[in-house]
């Protein structure tokens, strides 16, 4: 009975330790599907944000372009306006001499009282003056309206101009702010990537890299530099990730290369913070802590080291827990 007893008491273990670690695979299968569905949610919000934004930089382009040819219009009609107001000096004089030639010669030819002439002669002039003080006032009222339509369209043209660059402004941040949040931080320099490393959140694994087909091994990659142009300040890189050869071209200066591996919960970051001639200087950054040992750590029925240290040593010498007879 006690070796039945015994296979039988194997067998349960064995089949609590399988179920164990069927339980534990199925959170972390789990953790890292809800991982990936908020990581999506979160692109395609962010994503549908910077779409809507740039629609409103392009409308808000678009009313600008009509308020610049509406204030050239208008700057045109000012101009015709202005060419318009200068009346001919010549023709009042002129006909103000043919009817001075005209009443002489009826005068000469005519004899008529002294009395009636003198009557008759100032009582013409206010006639001709009238009708130019008439004009000039309605050419400085169209002046004077075309100038209010003029600063006007001025100040709304200000006004949209100033809506366009904070627009621009916000667009430019909420871009920066995602890509931060995105990307998280970003070491320029060694000492940066020192103060990184001292958070203890990541691990990270500088390297140079030398133009060459040959690949290198650093942390968890396999990196091999294909191009460096210091003039424009990019890179090719080619990567083995999970046993598959992976390009990336015209990288820029200090842009991420995220890189999502099997065994890692979060992903893989390479950075390139210099960029020389047939070379770059980087470094990698990695998850601390793998998918087994954060979903380990959460869970509410995890048993101590110490404990399964002294579980261990019973397994291994059963004899010692048996008293003696």
Do not use: C
Request: proline share 6%; aromatic share 4%.
């Amino acid at each position: 009975m006690e070796p039945y007893e015994e296979e039988n008491s194997n067998g349960n273990k064995w089949e609590e330790a399988r179920a164990g670690a069927e339980r534990w695979l199925g959170a972390a299968m789990v953790s890292l599907v809800i991982v990936a569905v908020i990581a999506f949610a979160y692109g395609y919000h962010q994503h549908s944000l910077v779409q809507q934004l740039q629609q409103q930089a392009l409308a808000t382009n678009s009313s600008m372009s009509q308020l610049q040819s509406q204030v050239n219009a208008l700057t045109a009609k000012l101009n015709q306006a202005s060419a318009s107001q200068a009346p001919a000096p010549s023709g009042g004089s002129t006909t103000q001499a043919d009817d001075t030639s005209d009443k002489s010669a009826s005068l000469t030819t005519t004899p008529l009282p002294l009395p009636s002439v003198s009557a008759a002669v100032p009582a013409k002039p206010a006639p001709t003056k009238r009708p130019a003080a008439k004009r000039h006032t309605t050419v400085d009222k169209q002046y004077a309206q075309l100038q209010a339509q003029l600063n006007e369209q001025q100040k709304q043209l200000k006004e949209t101009q100033d809506a366009v660059a904070k627009n621009r402004e916000d667009l430019e941040g909420n871009i920066h702010a995602t890509r931060d949040e995105l990307n998280g931080s970003i070491a320029k320099t060694h000492d940066e990537l020192v103060a990184l490393e001292k958070k203890g959140e990541r691990s990270y694994f500088e390297f140079d890299l030398s133009k060459s087909k040959q690949f290198q091994r650093v942390g968890p990659l396999t990196l091999s530099l294909r191009k460096s142009d210091t003039k424009r300040k990019n890179y090719d890189l080619a990567m083995i990730v999970d046993d598959n050869e992976l390009n990336k071209k015209k990288v820029n200066l200090y842009e991420p290369i995220w890189i999502h591996t099997e065994n890692d919960s979060q992903p893989v970051q390479v950075v390139v913070n210099r960029i020389g001639k047939d070379m770059v200087h980087g470094y990698v950054s990695a998850p601390k802590y793998k998918p087994s040992e954060l979903a380990a750590a959460d869970s509410p029925n995890a048993v101590p080291a110490s404990a399964n240290g002294a579980t261990q040593s019973q397994t291994s010498n059963p004899q010692t827990s048996q008293p003696q007879q």
